[in-house]
Each structure stands twice: as C-alpha cells, then as structure tokens.
C-alpha cells in the first residue's frame, strides 16, 4: 500500500481507516433501511397515510448515536494530531522556507540544502515560513502538512523511522511552477546524519547509503534504483532535480522531449521506445540543451534484463504519458 515513514503516518491511516469504517457502515445502514421502506411503506401497500406525531425514544436514539459516533472520530483524530503539534524536548529544528518554485532547508548549524535530509528516530519540528505566496508543505509519506504563510511561521513535528528517500510536495498552488516545487527528503541513520552535518560527508554519501540500505526505497523506486549506480547512469543523471552532465531523470516528467534527429529539431513523446531508445542509440537522439557532451551507448554493455529494469524503473516512477 502506501508508504508510511512515520509513526504519525501509521496513526493517521488508522483514523482514515476507522472514519471510513464508520461512513462505509452508515451508508449500507442507510441504503438497506430505504430500500425496505420504499417496499414496505409504498403506496400500493397503504393506500391511506397514518399520521405520526413524532416518537421521543426514537429522536433521542438518532441524536445520541451520531453524535457519539462523531465524538469518537473527533477525539481520536484529535489525539493523533497531537503528535504532530507537540514539541518534544529532543526535537532538532529545520526551518522550511518556500518560495516560487523551491524548498529551502536550514539547519541549526547553518547548513543549507535544497534537498532534505534527516535522522532517522529523532523527532524534528519544521519551522515553517514562505518567501512571497502561500505555499504547503507536504510528505505524504510522513502524512503531514502544513501551509507556508508569508509574514507568520507555522510549524509541525514528525518523527522519522524509516530510511529511505521519499517525496516532498507543494500542496498549495502557487503559481505557475507549482506542479514543479517539490524535492526529496533522505533519512539516513544518527551517526550517518551526524557526519553529513559536520561536513564529514557530503550529500552524494547520503543519496547513496539511502540507496544500498533502504527496505522504503523498494516501494518507492522499485528496487531496481541501485542499477542506476551500478551502471554509472547517476555519474550524468540525477535522481533528484539537479541538472548534471545529462539531463535529471525527474526531467522526464516533462511530457515532451525536445530533440535534434540527424540535425532537425523535433519534439517526441516520452515513453517506454523513447527510453529505450535513448539507452542504446543516445546519438540518434540528441536532447535539446546537453548537446556539448554526448552519452556514452549502453548497447552491449548492458543485458536485455538490465534493460527492461531501467526501463521500467523511469517509466513507472518518472514517465508521465502512461498508455
Ligand atoms: C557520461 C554521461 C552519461 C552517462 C554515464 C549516462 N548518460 Fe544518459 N544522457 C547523457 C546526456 C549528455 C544526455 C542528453 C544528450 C543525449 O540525448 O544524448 C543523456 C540522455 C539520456 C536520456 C534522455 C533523457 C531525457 O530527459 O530526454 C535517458 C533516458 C538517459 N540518458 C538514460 C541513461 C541511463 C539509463 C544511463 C545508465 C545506463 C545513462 N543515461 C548513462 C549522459 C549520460
Ligand atoms: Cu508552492
């Protein structure tokens, strides 16, 4: 199912669970008791209407038992948002900062990054502010969000327990770029988060530790993300939105790929002969932009499996014309 990297995400699925629970009974309830009325009390089968003044035990039993329904969904959904806005006393502090059309991240000791990264069993309160509009912050894999308001600092408090890489959102729209804001956050181990905050290690150790260690990465990139290393792909492509020597492979989101064929330029749909295409014949296509260095053809250096895998791995997470 979804990817759950907190404990928060794991409590608020069971609320969405319980309050649907209750909605989907309901709804049968509902339904079955109007069907039987409908035949039961048609006009064939009582030709002369009887007049009811009204039934005090019944009122009270329809007021009482939504209304203790509606109670249960309100104080358990209350107690697990607690979680979110409850500080803990070993919380690290990153400030959020949103801007048209990137997230910025400072850390305590004046680290800043574009990409997120965090300990994993450490609560961490986001502090969260925006440059110009509203914008959100959002990781559905943490099942949070929060709105960035100009001029005020909102805030929420998660608690990281899953290494992994996964997606950060802006889920208020905000311009023109909007679909576009949206980076990744690593978690990484303590002791591996301690060394990167110290300058130790740099980003690139996180990306890859995350990569080699993590059960999440399976859901989220398919468990064939480490091929990418293994065959250099990411010396060139980056999994995130950094443009390197080729273009990043979330870059293939954009629908189109502009193109120079045999010295015309021309526009192609991204798809799977598009990727494969680009894999094994990369001068056949050259891509608008990265004309100075060329890619190194995989043909024979890679198996038809291996392939497959890649190409299954852009499609699934990155290509955006699904047939
Ligand atoms: C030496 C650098 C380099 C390596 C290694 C490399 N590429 Fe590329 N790749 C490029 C460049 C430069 C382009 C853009 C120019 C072109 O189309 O040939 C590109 C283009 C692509 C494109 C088209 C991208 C788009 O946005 O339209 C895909 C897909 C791609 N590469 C996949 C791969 C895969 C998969 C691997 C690993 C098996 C790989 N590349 C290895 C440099 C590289
Ligand atoms: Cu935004």
């Known amino acids: 199912m979804f990817v759950s990297a907190s404990n928060y995400a794991k409590n608020?699925?069971?609320?969405m669970l319980y309050i649907i629970g209750i909605s989907v009974a309901l709804l049968l309830i509902i339904t079955f008791a109007m069907i039987i009325f409908v035949i039961r009390y048609n006009r064939k089968k009582n030709p002369i209407a009887s007049q009811i003044e009204g039934n005090k035990t019944l009122e009270v039993v329809w007021i009482i038992i939504p209304v203790a329904l509606v109670l249960t969904m309100f104080f358990y959904s209350f107690s697990v948002y607690k979680e979110s806005r409850v500080v803990p006393p070993n919380a690290m502090n990153v400030k959020v900062e949103a801007?048209?059309?990137?997230?910025?991240?400072?850390?305590?000791?004046?680290?800043?990054?574009?990409?997120?990264?965090?300990?994993a069993g450490r609560p961490v309160k986001f502090n969260i502010v925006s440059q110009d509009v509203n914008h959100s912050f959002y990781i559905p894999a943490f099942r949070i969000k929060e709105d960035a308001?100009?001029?005020?600092?909102?805030?929420m408090v998660?608690?990281?327990?899953?290494?992994?890489?996964?997606?950060?959102?802006?889920a208020e729209y905000c311009g023109l770029n909007h679909s576009l804001m949206y980076t990744r956050v690593y978690v990484v181990p303590e002791k591996e988060f301690a060394q990167w905050l110290n300058g130790e290690v740099d980003d690139d150790y996180l990306r890859?530790?995350?990569?080699?260690?993590?059960?999440?990465?399976?859901?989220?990139?398919?468990?064939?993300?480490a091929i990418l290393f293994a065959k250099g792909c990411v010396q060139c492509h980056n999994i995130d939105?950094?443009?390197?020597?080729?273009?990043?492979?979330?870059?293939?989101?954009?629908?189109?790929?502009?193109?120079?064929?045999?010295g015309k330029d021309t526009?192609?749909?991204?798809?799977k002969e598009y990727l494969r295409e680009s894999i094994l014949y990369p001068e056949t296509m050259i891509v608008k932009g990265y004309e100075k260095q060329a890619m190194p053809s995989m043909l024979n250096k890679i198996k038809d499996e291996e392939l497959e895998l890649i190409v299954?791995?852009?499609?699934s997470n990155f290509v955006k014309n699904k047939q």
């Open 12 to 15: 608020v699925d069971s609320v």
């Open 99 to 119: 801007k048209m059309w990137a997230w910025k991240f400072y850390y305590d000791n004046g680290k800043v990054t574009d990409t997120l990264f965090l300990p």
């Open 149 to 155: 308001v100009p001029g005020r600092e909102n805030y």
């Open 158 to 170: 998660v608690k990281p327990e899953q290494i992994g890489a996964f997606d950060i959102a802006c």
């Open 267 to 271: 526009t192609v749909v991204i798809d």
């Open 312 to 315: 299954d791995l852009l499609y």
């Open 208 to 225: 890859k530790y995350v990569a080699s260690h993590s059960e999440g990465y399976k859901d989220y990139l398919s468990g064939s993300y």
């Open 241 to 262: 939105e950094r443009k390197g020597i080729g273009p990043s492979f979330p870059e293939l989101r954009r629908q189109f790929a502009r193109v120079n064929v045999g």
